[in-house]
Nanobody, 124 residues
Framework: QVQLVPSGGGSVQAGGSLRLSCVAS????????MGWFRQAPGKGREGVAA??????SYADAVKGRFTISKDNAKNTLYLEMNSLKPEDTAIYCC???????????????????WGQGIQVTVSS
């Protein structure tokens, strides 16, 4: 059974930092591309960052502030979020995309598995 279990969310003031983690199980971690998405109140789900092939891709809104990384030995995906802004407030979730599946890194439908959402709240 595939599971993606996130942790690390919470509340922080603007300018602060948080690190999200996502532990995967039930499939071969290294065989899938991993990504982070978020959904703010009243908005659609948007791609935040992902491993796109052997490189990484980021949404323009988070470039230079967020860093995606992974530890294959621990089957864990991370999202380091620095210089957080109130507009980063959203529910964040991790997702796994089979390597042979088409679609852009930021397209939700191209991902096979999804973790539960985790709340990130940034106050001004």
């Amino acid at each position: 059974q595939v599971q993606l279990v996130p942790s690390g969310g919470g509340s922080v003031q603007a300018g602060g930092s948080l690190r999200l983690s996502c532990v995967a199980s039930g499939y071969t971690f290294s065989s899938y591309y991993m990504g982070w998405f978020r959904q703010a109140p009243g908005k659609g789900r948007e791609g935040v960052a992902a491993f796109d092939g052997e490189s990484t891709s980021y949404a323009d809104a988070v470039k230079g502030r967020f860093t995606i990384s992974k530890d294959n030995a621990k089957n864990t995906l991370y999202l380091e979020m620095n210089s957080l802004k109130p507009e980063d407030t959203a529910i964040y979730c991790c997702a796994a995309k089979r390597r042979d599946r088409g679609g852009s890194w930021s397209t939700p439908w191209s991902y096979n598995y999804w973790g539960q959402g985790i709340q990130v709240t940034v106050s001004s």
